[in-house]
Structures are given as C-alpha cells and as structure tokens.
C-alpha cells in the first residue's frame, strides 16, 4: 500500500488574494504569533497531503499553521517532520488520507497474521467523538479478538480486503 505523502509549503503572510480567503495575514493571527512571524523566529505554513508518486496531486490541505522556520519539504510520514506542532496538524490529515477505517483488515509484516482495526487513536480535545488523529491504529489480531489492542504507526501496516 503506497501511503500518501505530506507537503509543507511556506505561506505568505501579506494580505492573501481575495481567492485564497482561507490563508492569514499576520494579522489575523494569535499576538504572539504575528510577533513572532515579524520577527523571523516563526513561519506560517500550509500542510498538504499529496498522492504518492504524483505530488502535484493535492488530497487535502490545511493552512495558517505556525512552526519554525526552514520546514519546507515533502515528507514520507509526519513523525519525520522536526516541528512538534506542524507534526501534529499533518498527522492528523494526513491519517484521514491514508484510507484505513475502523474494521480494516491489517497485516503487520514479521507477524504473519492479519489485524482487525478497532480503533483510529485520536488526541482527545473535548469537542465529543473527534479529536485530532495521531497516525496510530489499534488492532487485535483476528485469531484472537478478546486481546488488548496493540498500537502501531499506520505506515507499519499493510491494508488487506475487509471482511
């Protein structure tokens, strides 16, 4: 399974163009965060998920996020994104793009057995069923549905047919 790919672009922080109304300017930003954007110590960033082998070919985006400076590139997951906070923003859609669901059948390689996910791990934020999701799955093997879940990185998995 060839998982999708993240691109971090730098956005600009002047007024945006009237087309693009979902990108900032600096001062729509936290105080803090437009000080920072001014100063050159913070950049705003737009995270996109790009298909593999054709990353010109945009899944999903998500803009106005702050990290340091110097974080433009494309990267396989998020865990080799060195910016703790646009790890987590690109964790997230980027585990949406990767089209494994609750009920999935996954086989971890070295295992020889299938999994069953049972759950996407998310980061709990209080708002009710969702929260930011980390790029984790919880499985049980199908042999033995009563075990307690494991937790594995989703690119450490292979998606199998569902049941």
Not at 88 to 117: E, H, N
Not at 137 to 142: C, K, R, S, T
Request: charged share 20%; net charge negative.
């Amino acid at each position: 399974m060839a998982l999708p790919k993240i691109r971090i672009v730098r956005q600009e922080t002047g007024k945006p163009p009237a087309t693009t109304e979902a990108l900032y300017s600096i001062a729509d930003f936290e105080p803090e965060d437009a000080t920072e954007l001014r100063a050159g110590t913070k950049a705003a960033y737009t995270i996109h998920i790009v298909a593999p082998g054709a990353c010109t070919a945009i899944l999903d985006s998500s803009h106005n996020h702050i990290g340091q400076p110097g974080c433009e590139g494309l990267y396989d997951t998020p865990w080799h994104i060195g910016d703790e906070a646009l790890n987590y923003y690109a964790a997230d859609i980027w585990t949406t793009a990767c089209g494994i669901s609750v009920g999935d059948l996954v086989w971890i390689p070295g295992t020889g057995r299938d999994f069953k996910v049972t759950a996407i791990e998310q980061h709990d934020l209080g708002y009710g069923s969702e929260g930011y999701a980390t790029g984790f799955l919880l499985v049980v093997p199908v042999q033995c549905p009563d075990r307690n879940p494991l937790r594995v990185r989703i690119d450490s998995v292979e998606k199998r047919a569902r049941e």
